[in-house]
């Protein structure tokens, strides 16, 4: 009997169902969104600092040492330490400048980032981690080189530096035209690639968590311009924030797991990541099942959200329906348990027609007052009364009028006083006015 061949695609999803995902640690990494610095004068989570020059922070890389002048340094820290001891950091560098350039770049990775400042290893007194060293030692056209350093040793008064070295390779990295990628993988043990190959690898190195990340770069009298245009670093765990009291916290789960699991805002657990650090499938995979399990999560919030407003929908309209018959005219009964009675409607249309009747009555009286009445005088003397005013008005109105038209009507002799007044004000000003001009003091060409 033939056994059963599994499909490949198949293989590959079980596969990647049990590879946990890479999320970027925002907090110590830049050059993966779309922008270093939102404003153009910080890059948010690291301090720069420079000797004999400034730090230029352009819109996607970072100059830590300029073409001119020499005898400049410059470094770059991370303000967080790294959360996690399963991490990988990609590095794009790329340096350019004189051919007998004699700068160094280094990469730190160290629990005290002020015992080192802006200084190389070759400066550096003791420190507590891991530095790599990029430059053109012992006359090569450039190597890499890996030390380690616990605290005991003194680095600056060493005699032979080259001999703490525990991984070295050669790369020329100078005036290439392109940036090239360093790789450093703290999972299970130490590695190193260049360019997606491999440097060095030790599995007797395994650094620990809560160190900061560091750049510095020097040079001599012969410059070097060494920029960096992405530092990223992944974890199988994302670098968003917890909250101490949140229950992925107190649980120890991954945040999230645990937040994907919940409501609301599910798909906030998931963060955005740029479509170029997603190399493999698995890790395609990987994103692409946590982002559906967040949409399905949220769909089903929405679901549950419209199935508690239909819930309360109802409620008010039984409520509502509940309390029609008191507003018609229903009496409530007393008791814990008030029931509304519907009123009788043959007691309410008897009401209503007594009240009918009563005005009927009101009507039928008033009626007969006016019936039995003799208004005919009244009228007449309204009449006189009114014939007489209107007399009255007509005899005495076109004098009364006359006498007001008189009293309102303008007088002649205060016109001609105005008009002579008038005049003579014109003649005594132009008098003024040529005396004056007279008394100037003349004017010749």
Same mark, same amino acid.
């Given at each position: 009997?033939? /056994?059963?061949?599994?499909?490949?695609?198949?293989?590959?999803?079980?596969?990647?169902?049990?590879?946990?995902?890479?999320?970027?640690?925002?907090?110590? %990494?830049?050059?993966?969104?779309?922008?270093?610095?939102?404003?153009? /004068?910080?890059?948010?989570?690291?301090?720069?600092?420079?000797?004999?020059?400034?730090?230029?922070?352009?819109?996607?890389?970072?100059?830590?040492?300029?073409?001119?002048?020499?005898?400049?340094?410059?470094?770059?820290?991370?303000?967080?330490?790294?959360?996690?001891?399963?991490?990988?950091?990609?590095?794009?560098?790329?340096?350019?400048?004189?051919?007998?350039?004699?700068?160094?770049?280094?990469?730190?990775?160290?629990?005290?980032?002020?015992?080192?400042?802006?200084?190389?290893?070759?400066?550096?007194?003791?420190?507590?981690?891991?530095?790599?060293?990029?430059?053109?030692?012992?006359?090569?056209?450039?190597?890499?080189?890996?030390?380690?350093?616990?605290?005991?040793?003194?680095?600056?008064?060493?005699?032979?530096?080259?001999?703490?070295?525990?991984?070295?390779?050669?790369?020329?990295?100078?005036?290439?035209?392109?940036?090239?990628?360093?790789?450093? %993988?703290?999972?299970?043990?130490?590695?190193?690639?260049?360019?997606?190959?491999?440097?060095?690898?030790?599995?007797?190195?395994?650094?620990?968590?809560?160190?900061?990340?560091?750049?510095?770069?020097?040079?001599?009298?012969?410059?070097?311009?060494?920029?960096?245009?992405?530092?990223?670093?992944?974890?199988?765990?994302?670098?968003?924030?917890?909250?101490?009291?949140?229950?992925?916290?107190?649980?120890?789960?991954?945040?999230?797991?645990?937040?994907?699991?919940?409501?609301?805002?599910?798909?906030?657990?998931?963060?955005?990541?740029?479509?170029?650090?997603?190399?493999?499938?698995?890790?395609?995979?990987?994103?692409?099942?946590?982002?559906?399990?967040?949409?399905?999560?949220?769909?089903?919030?929405?679901?549950?959200?419209?199935?508690?407003?239909?819930?309360?929908?109802?409620?008010?309209?039984?409520?509502?329906?509940?309390?029609?018959?008191?507003?018609?005219?229903?009496?409530?009964?007393?008791?814990?348990?008030?029931?509304?009675?519907?009123?009788?409607?043959?007691?309410?249309?008897?009401?209503?027609?007594?009240?009918?009747?009563?005005?009927?009555?009101?009507?039928?009286?008033?009626?007969?007052?006016?019936?039995?009445?003799?208004?005919?005088?009244?009228?007449?003397?309204?009449?006189?009364?009114?014939?007489?005013?209107?007399?009255?008005?007509?005899?005495?109105?076109?004098?009364?009028?006359? /006498?007001?038209?008189?009293?309102?009507?303008?007088?002649?002799?205060?016109?001609?006083?105005?008009?002579?007044?008038?005049?003579?004000?014109?003649?005594?000003?132009?008098?003024?006015?040529?005396?004056?001009?007279? /008394?100037?003091?003349?004017?010749?060409?």
């Amino acid at each position: 009997m033939a /056994r059963p061949r599994i499909p490949y695609s198949l293989l590959w999803l079980l596969h990647a169902t049990t590879t946990s995902a890479l999320f970027a640690l925002d907090s110590v %990494s830049f050059g993966h969104q779309a922008q270093l610095s939102p404003n153009g /004068r910080a890059l948010p989570g690291w301090s720069l600092s420079g000797d004999n020059h400034q730090v230029q922070l352009l819109s996607d890389r970072i100059i830590l040492t300029p073409p001119y002048p020499g005898n400049a340094r410059g470094a770059a820290w991370t303000d967080e330490t790294v959360p996690s001891d399963d991490w990988t950091a990609d590095f794009l560098f790329r340096a350019s400048g004189q051919d007998m350039g004699t700068g160094n770049l280094n990469i730190w990775y160290t629990k005290d980032k002020d015992q080192i400042g802006t200084n190389s290893v070759y400066t550096v007194n003791s420190f507590d981690g891991l530095v790599l060293v990029i430059d053109q030692y012992g006359g090569t056209g450039g190597k890499i080189r890996g030390f380690l350093n616990d605290g005991t040793q003194n680095f600056k008064a060493h005699s032979s530096l080259e001999s703490l070295a525990f991984g070295h390779c050669d790369y020329s990295y100078r005036n290439l035209g392109r940036p090239s990628n360093i790789r450093i %993988s703290n999972r299970n043990g130490l590695s190193v690639f260049v360019d997606d190959k491999e440097c060095f690898r030790t599995d007797r190195v395994t650094l620990p968590s809560g160190y900061h990340f560091g750049l510095t770069a020097a040079t001599a009298d012969n410059p070097d311009s060494f920029e960096v245009s992405k530092f990223t670093v992944s974890s199988n765990s994302p670098s968003q924030p917890q909250h101490l009291n949140h229950p992925a916290a107190r649980s120890g789960l991954p945040p999230t797991l645990e937040k994907l699991d919940r409501f609301p805002g599910s798909p906030e657990a998931v963060p955005d990541k740029p479509a170029d650090e997603i190399k493999s499938q698995e890790d395609q995979f990987a994103d692409l099942h946590n982002r559906l399990q967040g949409m399905t999560h949220q769909v089903a919030n929405i679901f549950g959200e419209f199935d508690i407003l239909q819930r309360k929908i109802e409620e008010k309209h039984e409520a509502l329906m509940n309390a029609l018959p008191s507003t018609a005219g229903g009496s409530a009964a007393s008791g814990s348990d008030q029931q509304v009675q519907p009123r009788d409607n043959t007691a309410a249309i008897n009401e209503i027609r007594r009240k009918m009747e009563g005005m009927e009555r009101v009507l039928q009286h008033i009626q007969r007052d006016i019936e039995g009445k003799d208004y005919k005088e009244h009228i007449n003397g309204l009449q006189m009364a009114v014939d007489g005013l209107k007399g009255g008005l007509t005899e005495h109105l076109p004098d009364t009028v006359a /006498r007001l038209i008189h009293a309102s009507a303008p007088r002649m002799g205060m016109f001609v006083f105005v008009v002579l007044a008038f005049q003579v004000m014109l003649v005594g000003a132009y008098v003024v006015y040529k005396r004056r001009r007279d /008394r100037m003091p003349k004017k010749y060409l």
